[in-house]
């Protein structure tokens, strides 16, 4: 059963399921087989294979929710989405984005986040969409309600694009490299070999990673908040952040302190340092198979420790490909040196 946070009631929340069924409907499944076995595919990561939908590489269990995503999600025009490409933010801009949400509900010094990881604040929309299956109807979520996705601008339904805000974050793709062989070779099948990193750069480079390629992802959305802004200057990126969600911080709260205290509340430091997030019982599960502990989304926190695993030359090529792809976008990615 899925869990989420249910603002008001201060405690988690299990998804309501559009209708009573267990089990995935056969004539869904039976539709998915047949798309999947019509897919190219690739080495995967963390599973034996990933397919190519539609110019991104995605697993089995995503292209489900995706699926039903189509099918059944129904938007409504307060829903703010956040999107990035995998180990990009999420954990740390779904405790920012839930703070900011219910700041009026919450003492910040007995907030729910001290409680439960930030990945329990709002759904991972790509496979919450099925946990509960059939589908969830996530039409008990407090207003906005808010989701985070890894999937890419145009995978998604236009209902979803045209109406509702999206807040992107991304990351050198060098880090969100390095971030994302550490989390899924830990996750990786024990029947599989380990994924050397070398071959990962490879893959990496060549586009071929879960929800990728990394570059097409960041171009499919608009400007980006970027990790490395939100290190550097924290404050200023929440204020916008919240001036985005439309909710504004007003200049009663600045006088207090509130901002502040969200940064120091979701940061790296006071987030990593918590018992649930330390290995103690808390968990997200993404499938019936993948459960994941909140300690694994909180590796170090830094910018640059890409130098730690790859050669200048590696890095050069990385760089490349990303100036190339980025060429004429007008997006610059704050790249490292
Ligand atoms: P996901 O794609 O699995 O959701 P995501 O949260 O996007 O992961 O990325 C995890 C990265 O963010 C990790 O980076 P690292 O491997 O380079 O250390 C993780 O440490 C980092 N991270 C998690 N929480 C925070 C936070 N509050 N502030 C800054 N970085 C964070």
């Given at each position: 059963?899925?869990?989420?946070?249910?603002?008001?009631?201060?405690?988690?929340?299990?998804?309501?399921?559009?209708?009573?069924?267990?089990?995935?409907?056969?004539?869904?499944?039976?539709?998915?087989?047949?798309?999947?076995?019509?897919?190219?595919?690739?080495?995967?990561?963390?599973?034996?294979?990933?397919?190519?939908?539609?110019?991104?590489?995605?697993?089995?269990?995503?292209?489900?929710?995706?699926?039903?995503?189509?099918?059944?999600?129904?938007?409504?025009?307060?829903?703010?989405?956040?999107?990035?490409?995998?180990?990009?933010?999420?954990?740390?801009?779904?405790?920012?984005?839930?703070?900011i949400?219910?700041?009026?509900?919450?003492?910040?010094?007995?907030?729910?986040?001290?409680?439960?990881?930030?990945?329990?604040?709002?759904?991972?929309?790509?496979?919450?969409?099925?946990?509960?299956?059939?589908?969830?109807?996530?039409?008990?979520?407090?207003?906005?309600?808010?989701?985070?996705?890894?999937?890419?601008?145009?995978?998604?339904?236009?209902?979803?694009?045209?109406?509702?805000?999206?807040?992107?974050?991304?990351?050198?793709?060098?880090?969100?490299?390095?971030?994302?062989?550490?989390?899924?070779?830990?996750?990786?099948?024990?029947?599989?070999?380990?994924?050397?990193?070398?071959?990962?750069?490879?893959?990496?480079?060549?586009?071929?990673?879960?929800?990728?390629?990394?570059?097409?992802?960041?171009?499919?959305?608009?400007?980006?908040?970027?990790?490395?802004?939100?290190?550097?200057e924290p404050s200023v990126e929440l204020k916008k952040l919240a001036a985005f969600?439309?909710?504004p911080f007003?200049?009663?709260e600045e006088?207090?302190?509130?901002v502040?205290?969200?940064v120091?509340?979701?940061?790296?430091?006071?987030?990593?340092?918590?018992?649930?997030?330390?290995?103690?019982?808390?968990?997200?599960?993404?499938?019936?198979?993948?459960?994941?502990?909140?300690?694994?989304?909180?590796?170090?926190?830094?910018?640059?420790?890409?130098?730690?695993?790859?050669?200048?030359?590696?890095?050069?090529?990385?760089?490349?490909?990303?100036?190339?792809?980025?060429?004429?976008?007008?997006?610059?990615?704050?790249?490292?040196?």
């Amino acid at each position: 059963m899925s869990t989420y946070l249910l603002p008001d009631q201060n405690d988690c929340h299990h998804g309501a399921s559009i209708n009573a069924q267990n089990d995935i409907q056969s004539d869904e499944q039976h539709m998915i087989n047949n798309l999947l076995a019509t897919l190219p595919k690739a080495k995967a990561w963390r599973s034996e294979h990933i397919f190519l939908y539609k110019g991104f590489w995605l697993s089995s269990e995503v292209i489900k929710g995706l699926l039903l995503i189509h099918k059944h999600f129904t938007p409504q025009p307060t829903d703010i989405f956040l999107a990035a490409f995998m180990k990009c933010g999420t954990t740390w801009l779904k405790a920012l984005m839930f703070a900011i949400a219910n700041r009026h509900r919450y003492k910040l010094s007995d907030h729910p986040l001290l409680r439960t990881g930030p990945q329990s604040a709002f759904p991972f929309i790509d496979t919450h969409i099925f946990l509960d299956y059939p589908a969830t109807n996530f039409d008990n979520l407090p207003v906005p309600r808010l989701f985070a996705t890894h999937f890419a601008h145009g995978l998604l339904p236009t209902s979803i694009t045209s109406t509702c805000k999206f807040v992107y974050v991304c990351r050198d793709p060098k880090d969100a490299l390095v971030s994302k062989w550490h989390f899924l070779s830990k996750l990786r099948s024990k029947e599989l070999p380990p994924l050397p990193f070398d071959e990962a750069y490879e893959l990496f480079c060549n586009g071929v990673s879960e929800y990728g390629p990394f570059w097409d992802h960041v171009l499919g959305y608009w400007k980006p908040s970027q990790y490395e802004d939100m290190k550097k200057e924290p404050s200023v990126e929440l204020k916008k952040l919240a001036a985005f969600m439309g909710m504004p911080f007003t200049a009663e709260e600045e006088k207090e302190g509130v901002v502040e205290e969200i940064v120091k509340l979701c940061s790296f430091e006071n987030l990593s340092s918590l018992e649930v997030n330390k290995g103690g019982g808390g968990g997200q599960k993404f499938t019936a198979k993948v459960v994941v502990e909140n300690q694994e989304f909180f590796r170090k926190g830094e910018v640059g420790d890409w130098k730690n695993h790859l050669t200048e030359e590696m890095k050069d090529r990385i760089d490349n490909i990303t100036n190339d792809k980025l060429k004429g976008s007008g997006l610059t990615l704050g790249l490292t040196k």
